[in-house]
Every structure is written in C-alpha cells, then in structure tokens.
C-alpha cells in the first residue's frame, strides 16, 4: 500500500543514502526525518528535526551530515546522520529558496529569497562568502564547475573563476546539469546543451510556454533526464540532444522528489523508487510504522480490508492477530457493513 506524499527527500548523485522529513503538521516545526539505505531499501535511523513547510533537504558529500531548513525562525541546521545530533544551526539563514551542496568540495550554497547566496562550510556552518546579485549556484557532480544564476548565466570553475557567460532569457532560476564533458541552461522554454571544455553550443530543445521542473544526468544511458510533468521524463543523448524519448512514470512523484543512483532512478515523496529509463516501480521504502502514520495510507487500507471479501468474523480475527487497534477494527467492519448494504 503506497504512500501519499508526506515526505521531503533529498539524496546525492552517487551516494546509496536517502533523507526523507515527514511533513507533519503545517504549523509545527517539530518533525522527524528518516534515513533509508537505497542499496538495501532498509530504514537505518530515525530522528527529531526542526523543519516547516518550505524548508529545503539536502546531504553532504560525504554522508556525514543531513541539512534542514526552516523558512522562517529556526533557519539551517546540519545534523550528524549516525546520531542524529544536532551539529550546527544558522538561524540567519532564512526564506531559503535552495541548498545546493558540492559532491567534491565541503561546501553548501543557501540561496535566499531576499538576500545574498551565503557560501557555507558544510562541517562547522561558517560562511566563507556572501555572493550578492546572484539567485542560485549549481554546481557539478564530478568536478569543481558550477553555474552560477546572477543577470546571466555564467559557468566557474572552480567557483569565483569565470570562464564563460550566457544571456538569461529570464530572472527564473532553474536547476541545471551536468555530464562530465556537458552542461544543460535550464531556462523557460528551453534547454540549451554546451560542451563543458569550450562551452559551445551542442544542442537546444524549445519547450513552448513549459519549464522543466528539473533535470540529471544518467550515466547509465549517457543521457540527460529532464523532469517534464509529475509523471512523464524525457531522455536527451547527452552530446547530441537526439531524442527525446518520453518515459511515463508508473506513479506520481509529486512536488518533492529527487533523482539519485547517478541518475538511474528517482525518489518520489511518497518513498517509492522508480526507474528513469522505463519508469517501472523498483520498490518502496515506506515500512509499516509510515503506512500506519500516513492517514491517508491508513484509510486506503481500511478500504482493502473492508472489500476483501472476509466474513465479519474472519475480519476481525485477521485484524486482531496483525495488531490493529480496537477502534481501527470497529472502523473496517462498519465499512464492511455499509459495502454489503449497498450490494443489496
């Protein structure tokens, strides 16, 4: 039984680990997040968080560290994943629209709404820089490079080393990517593909009055993936664009979801893992504890049951040896009754 989208999850692109925060309820920030091992598909810890609705999650590169924000009081936090102590807290850094961290370098790049990208130490939460003008910074899974939003689009590498720059169509800031000898400017409308050595153009793709909600490199297939809908993926050939072949998803991710295992799969915010290249289901990560959490989760099963076909008895001696509590079981066989009432 699948969850709905209870969850914020954030993951690394060659990393094996999951974070995922429950969204509880809307006016607490007191909330608990969840490691999964994305090898085993196991939960490995659990643990208390201050997190709020528009809060942003993240990993650090070396899986030490889980970032969680908050919108509004609380601000950034990084907690220890084997402990889940906390380690540092920047209640500054609020109203956080991205955390971009570096898969090569201890950095992570907080872009506010309304103030300067704050460069941060991923261990100690310092701020080493303040990169004014600039909406948001993306930087590469393979190397130093990063492309850095501002009144262009501009291409560093390392950081703070220009080495080329690309008219934006656009103030929107928009996730980009990368291979390791390409780049993709995700703008409105379009996707324009360079190659990473000389930055010049490969490739566009126009998307007439659409954005792509996000984009990854699969190395799998040596293709770029670019988050069309909340069910549909287009794969480009990375060095020429050919394509793009459509892949439908066998479920919806919904609004927060991530791409991991180099590009191979995606996490939807329900937990479930899905393939980027058939989009077929390859498993789901939600244990029993989340499914009973999830209300809704909770009355999709109470609907299964009471349409099981069991007898009144059978039901209730079925419930009872799996645990359910003695209100759930009153709840089934109501439900139970008020289907056979309607058959006849």
């Known amino acids: 039984m699948p969850l709905h989208h209870l969850f914020y999850v954030a993951t690394r692109y060659s990393g094996n680990l999951a974070l995922a925060v429950a969204a509880e309820d809307p006016i607490k920030t007191k909330r608990t997040a969840y490691l999964f091992d994305l090898k085993s598909k196991a939960q490995v810890v659990r643990f208390a968080v201050r997190h709020d609705l528009a809060g942003e999650v993240a990993l650090s590169k070396d899986d030490r560290f889980g970032f969680?924000?908050?919108f509004e009081v609380y601000g950034l936090a990084a907690y220890c994943l084997?402990?889940?102590?906390?380690?540092?807290?920047?209640?500054?850094?609020?109203?956080l629209g991205r955390v971009s961290v570096s898969e090569v370098q201890d950095l992570v790049y907080c872009g506010s709404e309304h103030g300067p990208v704050h460069l941060v130490e991923a261990e100690t939460g310092k701020t080493l820089d303040k990169l004014r003008g600039v909406r948001g910074v993306f930087p590469s899974q393979f190397d130093d490079s990063v492309i850095v939003a501002g009144r262009a689009l501009e291409l560093h590498a390392p950081?703070?080393?220009?080495?080329?720059?690309?008219?934006?169509?656009?103030?929107?800031?928009?996730p980009c990517a990368f291979s390791r000898s390409e780049f993709v400017l995700n703008e409105p409308d379009c996707l324009r593909c360079y190659d990473l050595k000389?930055?010049?153009?490969?490739?566009?793709?126009?998307?007439?009055?659409?954005?792509?909600?996000?984009?990854?490199?699969?190395?799998?297939?040596n293709a770029f993936v670019a988050k069309k809908t909340n069910t549909l993926l287009l794969i480009f050939d990375a060095r020429t664009?050919?394509?793009?072949?459509?892949?439908?998803?066998?479920?919806?991710?919904?609004?927060?979801y991530c791409f991991c295992r180099r590009g191979a799969e995606i996490l939807a915010g329900n937990l479930q893992l899905l393939s980027t290249e058939t989009g077929a289901l390859l498993?789901?990560?939600?244990?029993?504890?989340?499914?009973a959490w999830d209300p809704e989760a909770r009355m999709d099963r109470f609907r299964e049951l009471a349409a099981s076909g069991r007898s009144p008895p059978e039901l209730e001696r079925y419930m009872t040896s799996e645990g359910f509590a003695k209100n759930d079981i009153a709840r089934v066989l109501m439900m139970k009754d008020s289907n056979d009432r309607k058959k006849t």
């Open 159 to 174: 950081f703070g080393r220009k080495l080329a720059t690309f008219k934006r169509i656009n103030n929107y800031a928009l």
């Open 241 to 256: 664009g050919a394509g793009p072949r459509e892949v439908l998803l066998s479920a919806s991710t919904g609004m927060n």
């Open 198 to 221: 000389t930055s010049e153009p490969l490739w566009s793709y126009p998307i007439p009055g659409e954005n792509v909600l996000r984009i990854c490199f699969c190395e799998s297939m």
């Open 283 to 291: 498993a789901d990560l939600a244990t029993p504890e989340l499914i």
């Open 82 to 95: 084997k402990t889940g102590e906390e380690a540092w807290r920047r209640k500054d850094l609020r109203a």
């Open 68 to 70: 969680v924000g908050c």
